[in-house]
C-alpha cells in the first residue's frame, strides 16, 4: 500500500516492523525517513511534480481532493489544475456554519479557479456521540479534532486526496530574551491516518503535505522560515499563525487569511471528548513525537546540512 511518494516517510515502534500499530504506550515511536538525493525546488516545483507522481503512482483513479479552504490545500489544488488533471473537489460542512469560514474561503478560491465543488455535510455532534470512540480505537488516535477527517474518505470514490501533516515547528520556550531553538515536531498522530487506512485496507493519501521530500522541506527554503527561526516573529512558540508569509512569499496572488483549525465554536464539545479519551486509555497515549532541528531534519532526509535562506 502506498502512503506516500515510493513510501519514503514511514513509521515504527521500538524499530520494530514499519506501519505497525501501537502495542503498549512505553514504546519508543519512531519516524524513518527514506533519504533523497534530489535537489528541494521551490513549493510549486515540487506540488507539480508531487501531483504528477500521485497520477503515475495511481493511474486508475480519479483524484478526489478536499479542500479545506486553507493554503496547504490551495496550492496541491492548483498544482493538479495545472498538470491537466480533472480532480472532484470536496468540501467538508460541518452543522450550525462550525466552519463556515474555511468553507466560504473553500467556495471563493473554487470558483476563482472555475472548479466546480461538491459539499459533503458532516454533522460532528452526532460523530462524536456515535462513531468518535471506534474511529479513535481503530487509527490509535487521541486527538479529538484529527477524528473526523479519518471518515472523509468513506463518501467520495477514486483517490481520497488530503493536504494533512506539513511540519509543525516549535520554539523551545517562551524566553525571547535569548535565543530560541526551533525544532520540527513529528507527530505520531499524523500517522494515526495512515493507520487508520491501513486497518480499513482504504487507498488514500491524507498526508499529501508530505508526499514528497520536496513537498516536506520546502518551505524551510522561505526567508519566511529564517525569520522565525531566528526569533524574528517576537512572542510567538509556532510556525502556525505566521505560515501565510511564507505562502505569500512564494504565491503573492494569495487571499491572505488567518489560521482555522474549523472547531472554534465546538471546543466544549472537543474538550469533553478529550476528557473522555484520557480516561479510556488511563491518559493520552498516542502523543508521542520526534523532534529535531533544522540542520537535523535536512540530513536525515537530504544527507545535507539546512542552509538558511537570508532575510
Known sequence: MIHTENNWVSWNYDNGPLYARSKSPTEKFNLVYKQTDAQIGTMW??????????????????????????????????AFLHIGS???????????????????????IANSLGVDIKVIDFNLQKFYENDAEK????????????LPQMMFADYVDGLPLLCMADITWQRSDA?????????????????????????????AIYQWGRWSPGIFLAQTKWKWFNRLISDGYI?????SSTKMDGFLEEFPDMIPRKKKVGFETCEDVIKEF????KSKYNGLPFRRQCEYTPNELWKLVTGKPFVAHSI
Not at 452543522?95 to 471563493?108: G, K, Q, T
Not at 474511529?135 to 484529527?146: G, I, K, N
Open 45 to 78: 516545483e515540487e506540488a507539480v511534480k508531487g501531483a504528477k507522481s500521485t497520477l503515475d503512482f495511481f493511474p486508475n483513479l480519479k483524484p478526489s481532493i478536499f479542500f479545506s479552504g486553507g493554503v496547504d490545500s490551495e496550492v496541491m489544488l492548483r
Open 86 to 108: 480533472k480532480p472532484n473537489v470536496y468540501v467538508v460542512r460541518y452543522e450550525n456554519d462550525i466552519n463556515l469560514y474555511d468553507v466560504s474561503y473553500a467556495v471563493a
Open 135 to 146: 474511529v479513535s480505537e481503530d487509527a490509535q488516535c487521541d486527538r479529538p479534532r484529527m
Open 175 to 203: 524566553d525571547y530574551s535569548k535565543q530560541g531553538i526551533w525544532k520540527a515536531w513529528e507527530l505520531e498522530g499524523d500517522c494515526s491516518f495512515d493507520r487508520y487506512n491501513i486497518l480499513k485496507g482504504r487507498t
Open 235 to 239: 512572542g510567538k512558540l509556532g510556525n
Open 274 to 277: 478529550e476528557d473522555f479519551l
